[in-house]
T-cell receptor, first 117, second 111 residues
């Protein structure tokens, strides 16, 4: 697609429910990133994918969080048994990898705002 | 120590002045450095990147990198009220495609 598409744009859920957030990257972009931004805070790295594999999952806050990417394209971030502290904007970004020593520009989606009641 | 540090601000400058935004990083082997702008309620958008020591200019924006001091800055000349936003510094971690962001500096340009 022309840009990074995320859905849903807004999700309100009850504590303890599971949620799935979807990201559709720019066509041809090899790398896909998930970040979390709490109100008034910076971007917290969660995970990134190169193709369908995730070399670095170190940012996932707990084992309630998981992510997958299929077909080198769409990615889903799943949060199980949501807690109030999970409330944040979840941002997805994609990048056309230019080599490890190159400058890979991230293009962000509009984000999914999650509110856990 | 945070991996990427920025002063949260707000930094207030009068219209037409130069705004200077600073960022320090801890990983000495970091390779590429980015400045993103984020308007309230919007997603970050790239302003510019730099990976060589020295200055890089793009219009009213100049990025400065000093790897020895582990310091990167962004200068905005002739600041406009439309430049009012949060500016995020991002650093590419050595040998990876992982990007770590600072918490951002909020800039206010006063008309």
């Amino acid at each position: 697609g022309a840009g990074v598409s995320q859905s849903p744009s807004n999700k309100v859920t009850e504590k303890g429910k599971d949620v799935e957030l979807r990201c559709d990257p720019i066509s041809g972009h090899t790398a896909l990133y998930w970040y979390r931004q709490s109100l008034g805070q910076g971007l917290e790295f969660l995970i990134y994918f190169q193709g369908n594999s995730a070399p670095d999952k170190s940012g996932l806050p707990s084992d309630r969080f998981s992510a997958e990417r299929t077909g080198g394209s769409v990615s889903t971030l799943t949060i199980q048994r949501t807690q109030q502290e999970d409330s944040a904007v979840y941002l997805c970004a994609s990048s056309l990898l230019a080599g490890v020593s190159g400058a890979n520009v991230l293009t962000f989606g509009a984000g999914s705002r999650l509110t856990v009641l | 120590q945070k991996e990427v540090e920025q002063n949260s601000g707000p930094l207030s400058v009068p219209e037409g002045a130069i705004a200077s935004l600073n960022c320090t990083y801890s990983d000495r082997g970091s390779q590429s450095f980015f400045w993103y702008r984020q308007y309230s309620g919007k997603s970050p958008e790239l302003i510019m990147f730099i990976y060589s020591n020295g200055d890089k200019e793009d219009g009213r924006f100049t990025a400065q990198l000093n790897k020895a001091s582990q310091y990167v800055s962004l200068l905005i000349r002739d600041s406009q009220p439309s430049d009012s936003a949060t500016y995020l510094c991002a650093v590419q971690r050595t040998g990876t495609y992982k990007y770590i962001f600072g918490t951002g500096t909020r800039l206010k340009v006063l008309a």
